[in-house]
């Protein structure tokens, strides 16, 4: 993302590679660190940063979340770009800092910059550059670094089950975060094959997991529980069509639907869902799978809790 081809900026979450048709996740560059220590770089501190967005993106979904649950959205600002990401790629829907696009406020952070232009970005105002625009990075500072100033001290990373999270995310992204792209961006049938039955033999896994135990880790809820709601969250609505992920519905899934339906209600995150948003994005933007750039009108999607998990405990 950001490189310039045939003049114009590609902004994509995503590269493929030509010789086996596989979707390639591509790696976050700026990678800063906003510290509770007043001595910080960049320090923790009421309306310094920015929080720089689209709704339609897993990976920026989760630092939305977590400015939610830590209480941090009466302290961080946040920016929101428009669905649609062609060829001049994310669009802020009013200019920021004097910039229409957000490749041009990866160039006012570094001039010389050359790599992906992702979403989210934290943006230091004071500092005027980009702290970090990686996603795992930006949940954890938000987790602990702002509780001084919040007074919230809920731990979604606490020390004893860190490892076990930690293992949790890397098979949630291996299978599922990324399995979703490797299916609905393979270029072969081989590629596209492999990526679709490693998705759902790891659906499969899960169900029975979430059977069993309410979260994932612990017994308590924790960043890998909301790692793996924003993948899940968007099942339903893009990667089963969009994305041919098509076997069968989360829906179909009475432990997974139960969990995501439960993680749904938490004050504060249903907000954060714009499936408009989600649906305008993932259909009108990737002209690759979806030339026509026609937007479904369906499905229905009933996150209440009429069919709860009653019989689960933590």
């Not at 590609?10 to 800063?32: I, M, V």
């Not at 660190?33 to 990976?59: D, F, K, M, N, T």
């Not at 696009?101 to 500092?127: E, N, S």
């Not at 098979?171 to 039955?197: D, E, L, M």
Request: charged fraction near 20%; aromatic fraction near 14%; hydrophobic fraction near 40%.
């Amino acid at each position: 993302m950001g490189l310039l081809h045939d003049g114009q900026w590609l902004d994509r979450w995503y590269d493929t590679d030509s010789s086996g048709g596989q979707f390639e996740c591509q790696q976050s560059q700026f990678r800063g660190w906003v510290s509770a220590s007043g001595a910080a770089e960049h320090p923790a501190a009421a309306g310094r940063y920015q929080l720089i967005v689209s709704l339609a993106c897993p990976w920026a979904h989760r630092t939305l979340i977590f400015r939610q649950l830590k209480g941090l959205d009466k302290f961080i600002d946040v920016t929101v770009v428009k669905p649609l990401m062609l060829a001049n790629g994310w669009e802020f829907d009013t200019p920021y800092l004097g910039h229409n696009y957000l490749y041009q406020l990866y160039l006012a952070a570094d001039r010389d910059y050359h790599g992906r232009v992702t979403v989210p970005v934290l943006w230091d105002k004071q500092a005027e550059t980009i702290v970090s625009n990686e996603s795992a990075e930006i949940i954890r500072m938000f987790n602990s670094e702002f509780n001084e100033l919040t007074g919230n001290r809920d731990d979604y990373y606490p020390a004893p089950l860190r490892a076990a999270v930690d293992s949790a995310n890397e098979w949630v992204y291996r299978t599922i975060n990324n399995g979703v792209y490797r299916a609905g961006f393979a270029t072969t049938q081989a590629a596209y094959s492999q990526a679709y039955n490693e998705l759902f033999d790891a659906l499969d896994q899960l169900e029975r997991v979430l059977a069993s135990q309410r979260y994932l880790v612990g017994g308590q809820l924790t960043e890998a529980d909301w790692r793996l709601f924003t993948t899940l969250i968007r099942f339903d609505a893009v990667y089963h069509g969009h994305f041919k992920c098509n076997r069968q519905r989360l829906a179909d899934y009475p432990a997974i639907s139960g969990y995501l339906r439960e993680l749904y209600q938490y004050p504060g995150v249903a907000e954060t869902v714009d499936f408009g948003h989600i649906k305008e994005h993932y259909y009108a933007s990737h002209l690759s799978i979806n030339p026509s750039q026609v937007v479904p009108i369906g499905p229905r999607l009933d996150f209440s809790l009429a069919h709860g998990r009653e019989g689960l405990t933590a």
